[in-house]
């Protein structure tokens, strides 16, 4: 499955479940144009999200990055695939320390010099770092690969596999967008005239417990 695949899939689907837990922003009276107005908290469940990247990772057609090099087409094409479960790991959101991680199983197979294709599998700790962008008016995930674990893989070829894998999700993978502008603002009509929006200033998180919270900060701005 092509990249950009991958990200429609999973932005469309973590949209949705962001929706679903819409807060309305606090009442705290008009202010006037780029003044604070309000804000909004949105709390994410880990079970949600956990369930959302099991999911994904459960697609009969699988979500699949090329690795740097390539390889030949067919059972060999060099590739990575995310699956629900490798070596008793099981791909799932864990909010451990304060922070999001995700360890992420999967299957693939790589063309080694003399020995052909190696068909391998393991599991990637990885941890979601989020960013909001204020100027495109969206909110990021950046995935970073903390530690890699590989099985039916030579010692001889295990740092070149596990590079080209921590390659494949770092580069093709980054960044997930879950919440787009259209998410994060709201037109407010008055009347025939121009109308005033809200437009996001900042989003804080933080992990308590089994809960991730996004704190939306707020400012009111013209349309003219």
């Known amino acids: 499955m092509r990249n950009a695949s991958m990200r429609t899939k999973v932005s469309a689907a973590l949209l949705a479940l962001l929706l679903s837990c819409w807060a309305v922003p606090a009442a705290r009276g008009l202010a006037a144009e780029g003044r604070p107005a309000g804000e909004a908290v949105v709390v994410l469940n880990e079970h949600f999200l ?13 979500v699949s990055f090329p690795l740097s090099g390539g390889g030949r087409e067919g059972k060999c094409a060099g590739a990575v695939r995310l699956v629900p479960e490798s070596e008793g790991v099981r791909s799932g959101v864990r909010f ?26 393991g599991w ?24 890699i674990k590989l099985r039916n893989v030579p010692s001889a070829f295990g740092g ?8 494949a999700i770092d580069r093709r993978v980054n960044p997930v967008t879950l919440l787009r502008a259209e998410q994060l603002g709201a037109r407010l009509p008055l009347g025939a005239g121009p109308g005033l929006r809200l437009r996001a200033t900042d989003i804080r998180h933080e992990v308590a417990g089994h809960e991730l919270r996004l704190r939306i900060f707020y400012e009111i701005v013209s349309e003219r």
């Open 96 to 121: 451990r320390g304060g922070r999001v991680t995700a360890p992420l199983a999967f299957r693939g197979t790589y063309e080694a010099p003399l020995l052909g294709c190696l068909n391998f599998e």
């Open 160 to 167: 070149g596999i596990t590079g080209l894998v921590q390659d």
């Open 50 to 62: 956990n369930a959302l990247v099991e999911t994904i990772a459960a697609q009969p057609e699988g």
């Open 124 to 147: 990637a700790e990885t941890v979601f770092d989020l960013r909001f962008d204020p100027e495109g008016q969206k909110l990021d995930a950046f995935v970073s690969v903390r530690d």
